[in-house]
């Protein structure tokens, strides 16, 4: 089979709106070390295709960032296959609220070197050692920790649309522009507890 789409996009997107059944929105991502990246590039393409699996997904040596519909009717399947793969077993899913399911036409699976343009190396970190994450109500209760720091890791227009009340507000276009200044303002408060949050 082939491993992309061979169709007129017009087309895909009429054989879209015939479907009759709802598609479950989602996006996810995970730092995590991937070997092979090529190969399982082309696993994940022919399982995902199989499945009915529309959507933009990035693979690279440090990890996945998706952002795909799923039929309902191969939700389980499509979480059994998930949890195939130990990179991607129990990934946290965000998934879209009052969505009809109709945002992808067709299936993207390709290999980059980041899945973020963080402006990084490779080495400048270990993708594996991350944070805790923490639910909502979590969140809350550390934020009334005198000595905690928010960080509102988006750029700067998302952060006027609304943000946490004292958070730091790093005034970047973009994600590459602003690690800098959260490392600069932060690298003095290395003993405080710091929150992070970005747009799920």
Not at 103 to 111: A, W
Not at 146 to 157: A, E, L, Q, S
Not at 176 to 181: A, D, H, V
Not at 183 to 199: A, H, Q
Request: charged letters at 35%.
């Amino acid at each position: 089979m082939e491993l992309r789409n061979l169709y007129d996009k017009k087309v895909l997107r009429k054989k879209l709106m015939e479907e009759d059944f709802r598609r479950v929105t989602l996006s996810f991502y995970r730092y995590v070390i991937i070997d092979d990246v090529n190969g399982l590039r082309d696993r994940f393409y022919k399982q995902l295709h199989e499945l009915k699996v529309f959507g933009r997904i990035y693979l690279a040596h440090e990890g996945i960032n998706a952002q795909i519909s799923v039929p309902e009717f191969n939700w389980e399947k499509f979480i059994v296959l998930l949890n195939e793969y130990d990179q991607f077993r129990n990934v946290d899913l965000k998934i879209a609220v009052e969505d009809d399911g109709k945002s992808f036409y067709k299936l993207i699976v390709r290999t980059r070197n980041k899945i973020v343009s963080d402006g990084l190396k490779d080495d400048a970190f270990d993708v594996t050692n991350v944070g805790k994450h923490l639910s909502a109500k979590e969140f809350n209760e550390a934020m009334q920790h005198p000595d905690t720091i928010v960080v509102d890791m988006r750029n700067h227009y998302e952060s006027e649309v609304g943000h946490f009340k004292g958070a730091f507000l790093p005034q970047a276009d973009t994600f590459r522009q602003e690690l800098p200044m959260v490392v600069d303002t932060l690298k003095e408060k290395k003993d405080k507890k710091i929150l992070l949050y970005c747009t799920g």
